[in-house]
Nanobody, 122 residues
Framework: QVQLIESGGGLVQAGGSLRLSCAAS????????AGWFRQAPGKERELITA????????YYADSVKDRFTITRDNTKNTVYLQMNSLKPEDTAIYYC???????????????WGQGTQVTVSS
């Protein structure tokens, strides 16, 4: 069974940090690009960062650039999202997803986790 399981979400004060993890199983993780998406209440799901299969390429949305860092460890079938300098507007459900190609297009991501809540208080 193909699964992506996120962990590490929670409540943090503005300016704080969190590290999300996404553990993959049931697929050859090193063959997939990975991305982190988020969806805030009343807003569309957006791609905030992505990483290619061997970490040669990364993408960051302007809203998280210089604050968030995506990394992966293919030996552990895990992708990480280090979030620093968190702001209240970062409050959302965070999802990891996998795609056969390194892409910014949501439609390319066909394996999804269940999401983890991140809440940033002011």
């Amino acid at each position: 069974q193909v699964q992506l399981i996120e962990s590490g979400g929670g409540l943090v004060q503005a300016g704080g940090s969190l590290r999300l993890s996404c553990a993959a199983s049931g697929l050859t993780f090193s063959s997939y690009a990975a991305g982190w998406f988020r969806q805030a209440p009343g807003k569309e799901r957006e791609l905030i960062t992505a990483i290619s299969q061997r970490s040669f390429g990364t993408y960051y949305a302007d809203s998280v650039k210089d604050r968030f860092t995506i990394t992966r460890d293919n030996t552990k079938n895990t992708v990480y999202l280090q979030m620093n300098s968190l702001k209240p507007e970062d409050t959302a459900i965070y999802y990891c997803a996998a795609a056969r190609v390194f892409s910014r297009e949501v439609r390319q991501y066909n394996v999804w986790g269940q999401g983890t809540q991140v809440t940033v208080s002011s």
